[in-house]
């Protein structure tokens, strides 16, 4: 099987930040490099390899494969393509087969994060067209972004790369700091959740009936979820998290657990805002 020399282009965005100059994506260059070689490699006939993966029924949802892969570590074996290319900035390294260590990603936790600029990028979740999807750690304190590049080969989901980058400094309130700051400085959250907040629940009366509401401000850390405070997670089905939107969704889903929270932000005055509080955990 031909070495991938480069990693791929779907938690917010876990987020691609970049400043108000210029919105360039900085791992564009590697989707770039990427795309062609796959683009190369589907032009050359190819003897099918008896190692090559099969594709089974996970395959045809990513969330479902995502979860498989995380979680047994044969499969993971078998859909990572070694050596691995690893990017750490602008050095690159290669993981050899012998040195590969299995990766929980976030199945260890109760919920996993996405982010979206807009509700109509939600509707991506469980699309079953998709070939290529990155899977996105956002160090929030640290300012360091990690995204696994996925690509679909003969309908079978494949690590391709990994690449490890600092979140460059955005000249608006960038949003990964905002929130930072939102999670873990109660007073500051406080000044920043609107009031009183739009708020969507299940009817307790009527599991088929959402109500639609307003809480105050205090309500709203009492009904609040615990937020993560030293990273998020991403999957980038295709959604565009740009730098310079003005508003952002932040989902909270649970890992079987039925737990389904969604806050929606906006920039106002400058300024991050929660706007809107959705709880629909069942």
Not at 176 to 190: H, N
């Amino acid at each position: 099987m031909k070495k991938l020399i480069a990693g791929v282009a779907v938690l917010v965005a876990l987020v691609s930040c970049g400043n108000k100059k210029t919105n360039i994506d900085p791992f564009a260059s590697i989707t770039n490099e990427v795309d062609s070689v796959l683009h190369k490699e589907d032009s050359i006939p190819q003897v099918k390899l008896p190692e090559e993966p099969k594709p089974t029924e996970a395959d045809e949802s990513f969330d479902d494969f995502i979860y498989n892969f995380a979680s047994d570590d044969t499969l993971q074996f078998q859909r990572v393509r070694f050596p691995l290319p690893y990017y750490k900035g602008d050095e690159k390294v290669s993981i050899e087969k012998r040195f590969w260590k299995h990766d929980d990603l976030f199945t260890k936790q109760h919920y996993y994060t996405l982010l979206f600029d807009k509700e109509e990028d939600m509707d991506l979740v469980g699309d079953t067209s998709l070939t290529s999807v990155q899977v996105e750690w956002i160090f929030v304190k640290k300012r360091m972004m990690k995204r696994y590049y996925f690509e679909r080969i003969k309908g079978a989901w494949i690590l391709e790369a990994i690449n490890l980058r600092p979140i460059e400094k955005n000249d608006n309130e960038d949003f990964v700091e905002f929130f930072s700051r939102f999670a873990s400085d109660s007073l500051f959250q406080s000044q920043r959740v609107q009031n009183p907040l739009a708020f969507v629940t299940s009817d307790p009366d009527d599991d088929f009936s959402i109500l639609e509401t307003t809480i105050d401000r205090n309500q709203w850390f009492a009904f609040k979820p615990v937020l993560p405070t030293d990273r998020l997670s991403n999957i980038n089905y295709g959604q565009r998290n740009d730098d310079n939107s003005s508003t952002k969704i932040l989902a909270l889903k649970g890992i079987g657990n039925g737990f389904s929270n969604l806050l929606y932000f906006r920039r106002k005055g400058g300024e991050w805002e929660l706007y809107k509080f959705e709880d629909t955990s069942i």
